[in-house]
Nanobody, 124 residues
């Protein structure tokens, strides 16, 4: 009921920048949270950054000061600006949205939806 389309992954040299974007569509009544997670080979998926609809943000310690998450609430999009990239940032990045759908009302707790992932590769 909620579709997420990610874009912006690719190959970049260490120290470079990339911008990821994710657009949410579908029968959305309200978005509560938007964020980005990543999963490196052989590792568990981890939170990179998240932002509430009110604008509060939370970042993983490993990306603080380098990554910036932002939203365009009118367009239901979330972006992740990644600067000063390091080889250890190499991973598949997944968009995550916690949303209340029209069909779920009167349950306003929301459900998690995931994008298919976009690969970010940082070469040394």
């Amino acid at each position: 009921q909620v579709q997420l389309v990610e874009s912006g992954g690719g190959l970049v040299q260490a120290g470079g920048s990339l911008r990821l974007s994710c657009a949410a569509s579908g029968m959305i009544f309200r978005i509560k949270n938007m964020g980005w997670y990543r999963q490196a080979p052989g590792k568990q998926r981890e939170l990179v950054a998240e932002i509430t609809i009110g604008g509060s943000t939370n970042y993983a310690d490993s990306v603080k000061g380098r990554f910036t998450i932002s939203t365009d609430n009118a367009k239901n999009t979330v972006s992740l600006q990644m600067n000063s990239l390091k080889p250890e940032d190499t991973a598949v990045y997944f968009c995550n949205v916690k949303a209340v759908t029209i069909a779920a009302i009167p349950d306003y707790s929301g459900m998690d939806y995931w994008g298919k992932g976009t690969l970010v590769t940082v070469s040394s």
